[in-house]
Each structure stands twice: as C-alpha cells, then as structure tokens.
T-cell receptor, first 114, second 111 residues
C-alpha cells in the first residue's frame, strides 16, 4: 500500500487568487498523477508529474493555470491559479505502486471558489 | 488507453451478489482490466485487476470473457458499505502509465 498525505483537505478561496495543494508520499515514486473531480462527475487527469522534468499535461489543461512542482521523489505540489468558481472541485493526487501497479489516492482537497 | 462502457447506475439487495458489467471492446493485448470504487467523499480504492484469467480476492471476483472485450465484477455478498461508484479501467501495468476514469456505475445497495 501507499500512504499519501494531501494538504489542505479543504479550502474556500476568493476569485482571482491561487491555491497550492501539497502531496507527500511515504516512499519514493517516479510518477505522480493529479486528478480533478468536478461536482457529480468522474475523475479527470490533469497532469503527470515526473521528478526532474516538466509535468505532462492532458488536453484541456495548461501549465499557466495548473503549475506543478516535483522537487523530489516523495513530494509534489499542484497550484490552481487565477481561481474562478468553475475551479470548484476536488483535487486528488495519486501514485501507482506495488507489483501490480495499483493506483493509490490521497484523501483529496475540496476547493470552493467564491 | 482503451475506452470502457458501463451502465450508469444499478441497485442491488443487501446480501445478494452484485454483478457489474463493463465493455472494453478496443482493449489491446497487453492492457489489464482494473476495477476501482469511490465511496462518497473519499479517494478511489483499488478492488481487483486481471489480464486474461478470472481473478478473485477478498473483496470481489473478476470474470473476463475469452475475447477480453468485456468483463464483470462480482461482489459476492453486497453490504450497505458497498454503496459506491465503481470504475472499470483498462491500462498497461506500468508505473508511468496513466489511468483514465470513465463515468463508472453508481451502485446502491438496499436493505
């Protein structure tokens, strides 16, 4: 299994500000994945964060809006910039671990933008 | 990653088996079928996965058709705590390979 600590668990932010979400894994992993889950929807992959290189973004997501840092093999941050109410979602970090490469998730960050 | 199709929702009775179907007709030969579930307000949880053979663990059984174009997740004795959204995903078994979530099946277990 993997222990993934994600902070903050929830936040309420004003329009135009930014929120940085932290994700700490209990052991080293090569790839970390950031997902967004809009209200009532499934999970959508935002980007894949690889230590030592720039993150790879999925279609519809850009670095200016969702900058990602990956300073080492156990930690990553996702920033949601220039917030608007449409950014209100749950943001989840995840890693694939183990012989079967299961996907493990953090507990998520519930973001509400006013 | 291959695309999957699942029913939007289904109900099942507590104590009975729940059979959740998934179609993945474009699956490639080296892609696995993974099942996850998401209980309200929590991150998704791994259930089971398989390549060709049927699999069973303490949570569920996975039946994959011989042509691998569809599969069924079986919860043998559903409990109220099994109420969740269940996602069927096909993916390569590789650390760097992303998992793409579809709409999933919303399962409601009723007393």
């Amino acid at each position: 299994s993997a222990v993934i600590s994600q902070k903050p668990s929830r936040d309420i932010c004003q329009r135009g500000t930014s929120l940085t979400i932290q994700c700490q894994v209990d052991s080293q992993v090569t790839m970390m994945f950031w997902y967004r889950q809009q209200p009532g929807q499934s999970l959508t992959l935002i980007a894949t964060a690889n230590q030592g290189s720039e993150a790879t973004y999925e279609s519809g997501f850009v670095i200016d809006k969702f900058p990602i840092s990956r300073p080492n093999l156990t930690f990553s941050t996702l920033t949601v910039s220039n917030l608007s109410p449409e950014d209100s979602s749950i943001y989840l970090c995840s890693v694939r671990r183990g012989s079967n490469e299961k996907l493990f998730f953090g507990s998520g960050t519930q973001l509400s933008v006013l | 990653d291959a695309k999957t199709t699942q029913p939007t929702s289904m109900d099942c009775a507590e104590g009975r088996a729940a059979n959740l179907p998934c179609n993945h007709s474009t699956i490639s030969g080296n892609e696995y079928v993974y099942w996850y579930r998401q209980i309200h307000s929590q991150g998704p949880q791994y259930i089971i996965h398989g390549l060709k053979n049927n699999e069973t663990n303490e949570m569920a059984s996975l039946i994959i058709t011989e042509d691998r174009k569809s599969s069924t997740l079986i919860l043998p004795h559903a409990t109220l705590r099994d109420t969740a959204v269940y996602y069927c995903i096909v993916s390569l078994q590789a650390a760097g390979n992303k998992l793409t979530f579809g709409g999933g099946t919303r399962v409601l277990v009723k007393p």
